[in-house]
């Protein structure tokens, strides 16, 4: 159980032509994604889109802040876990 809970040492530093085939990767996926929602929930992603419109800038930001943080955790985590 305590070697699950060690992270793997990386066998080398990646290059940076790797790290940006990985954002493009990521930027994809992330578009692939919204345009299946968007497919697949128009009138869902219509109010959830009015609803964020008429949110106030301080919700907006403090979602956008947690948004941001759990992205980072599951890169973190999907990184470690590789």
């Given at each position: 159980m305590v070697a699950l809970l060690q992270p793997r040492p990386p066998s080398r530093l990646p290059h940076s032509k790797s790290l940006m085939l990985d954002l493009i990767a990521a930027l994809g996926l992330a578009l692939a994604v919204e345009g299946i929602l968007f497919a697949a929930f128009p009138?869902?992603?219509?109010?959830?889109?009015?609803?964020?419109?008429?949110?106030?800038?301080?919700?907006?930001?403090?979602?956008g802040i947690v948004s941001a943080f759990i992205g980072l955790g599951i890169i973190w985590l999907a990184r470690w876990l590789a």
């Open positions: 009138e869902g992603m219509r109010r959830a889109m009015y609803e964020a419109a008429h949110s106030p800038a301080d919700r907006m930001r403090l979602v």
